[in-house]
């Protein structure tokens, strides 16, 4: 089975993917480097993590982990040259 991205694209390892989730106000973005596939999940090796409260701007936040699993279907693929980081 093919993981496809939110808008139906292909997952490819080694491209980058963002997503987003809000939680009782707070949100948090993430993107990442797809890293790994298998039935359920896509491992992203996170190179930029931000939360915000409620309509706050996002700031930088420190995850726990470099590494974190997300079903397919949340992801949008991402142009790492369009934003200020350096994975």
Do not use: C
Request: no cysteine; aromatic share 6%.
């Amino acid at each position: 089975m093919i993981k496809q991205d939110a808008l139906g694209n292909e997952i490819k390892l080694g491209d980058y993917y963002g997503y987003s989730t809000n939680s009782n106000g707070v949100t948090f973005i993430r993107v990442g480097e797809a890293i790994k596939l298998n039935e359920k999940l896509v491992t992203l090796r996170v190179i930029l993590s931000k939360s915000a409260l409620y309509s706050a701007n996002p700031t930088p936040m420190v995850d726990p982990s470099n590494k974190i699993s997300i079903k397919a279907n949340m992801l949008f693929p991402v142009d790492i040259k369009l934003i200020n980081i350096n994975p």
